[in-house]
């Protein structure tokens, strides 16, 4: 609030409480006219004074000194920034005249905001909580289980003529005891759903194509396809790639590679540094080889027959439902044609399984970056040829899971943060060094994590560092195929770190790395 | 006589499974936990496993694995039988390598079938 209104504030309040000037100055022990300057907004005050004025008034300093407005204004200017709103091109700098003259209805809108983002939360939560429930996994189990053998022991009464008298009642009393046991596991289901309520989970386009690629388990055959006819129009082979693709860029699309200072590139053009009309890739100076190489890679491959491998699978996807999520996936896409192109299926997988999945040699072997190769481990899984099966994420100094590719036992949170106690969280506490983690979930299942950071590009000293962790894992079962395992104990009895999915949807109460409630109580 | 080995720590089924095979001509032994199913295999060499996924001490994929790292073991015949989350199970299961699922709840007739086929040489 301007400290101009602050005098006004004081002079409504007192006249409102029916005091004099000469009353509340004697009361605050000044003269009556410093309080007179003060009202008139001729003096400025603040500190003790203006917590005086405040007390004698009776109301909050915030609401004098106009903190809480200002708070009110940051709120807004938040909203602003919420994507359901985005089309509304709000502008953040009106936020002050809304709330300097609607004030109520500036709460309002905060207030309805925190409500839905909460709503929002809650019901992201409760349905990751039933996906991965161990109550309802076991329960299933010994649904299953009992009715198995009820079905088995009612054929044989049912099909075996000849059976003796003493096996025919045996079985009818398996039946009687099994049945018991369903009724019980019957009963504590309705109980458990009396408990919780299912909500139905609004999905984003990010969780769009999350779906999207995990419905095809990451693998696009008729990408690789793609990528191998690419690579024999380039004539792509292990020497000099970025001279290929510059080259083949140059001849078959009329595009010239630009490298200009980063604070050009920063200041021109699309992200991603492609003019289609000027006929130019822009990349920064700064830009390390292999990022270079993946650019000029995703350009080539974007531009393939005009783009029709990418188009074709976009279009078969069911999942994808708005455009936005097309926009996305078309995005994610291009990565993967990209990544396919400079790390051939076949090759890749032969010296991943070769190396016993060794991150850094396949790094060196095809001259790409950490999480490129990262990123392709994600994607071998070509039915009878496929490498160990990975889930991948990265995370962002704040906690965040910026990237995720899930396995089907190990569900990564869709929102907000994962267990405080993974490996990827770790890794930023040693920032270049690889991690390993033997973590062993409520419901049993084991993984084998391994994370390590990566440092983004840092154009200038003044910048702060960018780390971002990168984490891959896999069943503990595969984990003696993995180099990263070798010297760990890989028995499902073997000591292993509990974790859990994240803290509100974690059943181990008693943990002391606890940061938030369970959302459940179960 | 051929030899079947179930591997169920839920007796029930156990009970009307080797009922059943008995009755088709099998010997039918049975253990409860995934440690003595390994050690079973290695001692008695069945010609058939029927192995439960969700076994204490040693899971069933665990046991399924040892075998087919095993070079005495790696072509015995195995059924599976998988109860909770079948189609993530299966995968998991298929990465390791089994010769034949069964979902809970089962046939007697699928049962036995499945081994008839995997048995015949």
Known sequence: MPRALIGARIRDRRRALGLTQARLAATLGISPSYLNLIENNKRRIGGLLLKRIADALEMPLEELDGAAE???????????????????????????????????WARALVRLQRAWRERGEIVAALSDRLNQDPFLGDAVRRVLDSVAAIRSSSEILDTVEDIEPVQRRRFVSIIADESRRLTDVAQALAAYFD???????????????????????????????????LRAAI???????????????????????????????????????????????????????????????????????????????????????????????????????????????????EAARRSRYDIDYLAQRFDAS????????????????????????RIDPAGFLTKRFPLP????????????????????????VTVRQLAAFPAGERFLFLARTVEKNRPA??????????????DALHADQIVYADGLNLSSSAPATPVGSNCRLCVRRDCRYREEDPIIDA | MTCVLIAEDEPHIVESLSFVLRREGYDVTAVGDGETALASVRRARPDVLILDVMLPKLNGFEVLKQIRRDAALNSLPVIVLTAKGQSQDRRLAEEIGVSRFMTKPFSNREVVEEVRRLTRR
């Not at chain 1, 270079?292 to 699978?313: K, M, N, S, Y």
């Not at chain 1, 990262?374 to 071998?380: A, E, G, S």
């Not at chain 1, 907000?416 to 890794?427: D, I, S």
Request: with cysteine; aromatic share 8%; net charge negative.
């Open chain 1, 370 to 393: 950490f999480e490129q190769v990262c990123h392709r481990l994600v994607t071998l899984r070509r039915p009878g040829a496929s490498g160990v099966p990975f889930g991948l994420m």
């Open chain 1, 195 to 229: 408990r919780a309520h299912v909500g139905t989970r609004p999905i984003t386009p990010a969780e769009e194509v999350d779906d999207f690629l995990f419905e095809n388990d990451n693998y696009f055959p008729s990408l690789e396809a793609a990528a191998a006819e």
């Open chain 1, 235 to 349: 004539g792509l082979g292990d020497a000099a790639p970025e001279r290929a693709l510059a080259d083949y860029l140059s001849k078959a699309h009329g595009v010239r590679l630009v490298v200009v200072p980063e604070h050009e590139a920063a200041a021109s053009g699309p992200k991603d540094g492609f003019d289609p009309d000027a006929g130019t890739l822009v990349l920064a100076d700064t830009t390390p080889g292999a990022t270079r190489r993946f650019a000029l890679a995703r350009l080539a491959a974007a531009l393939f027959e005009g783009g029709r491998p990418i188009e074709e699978v976009i279009e078969r996807a069911p999942l994808l439902s708005s455009d936005a999520a097309r926009r996305r996936a078309r995005r994610a896409l291009g990565s993967y044609l990209a990544a396919a192109l400079l790390m051939p299926y076949d090759a890749f997988l």
């Open chain 1, 409 to 432: 036992h190990l569900p990564l949170p869709r929102h907000g943060n994962a267990c405080p106690l993974w490996a990827g969280y770790a890794a930023f506490q040693t920032p270049g």
């Open chain 1, 461 to 474: 000293f003044t910048l702060p560092r960018r780390l971002l962790s990168i984490m891959l894992a896999c």
């Open chain 1, 70 to 104: 200002r708070r009110l204004i940051s709120d807004l200017e938040e909203l602003t920034a919420e994507t359901l709103l985005v089309d509304l091109h709000l502008d953040p700098a009106r936020a002050a005249d809304l709330a300097g003259r609607y004030p109520d």
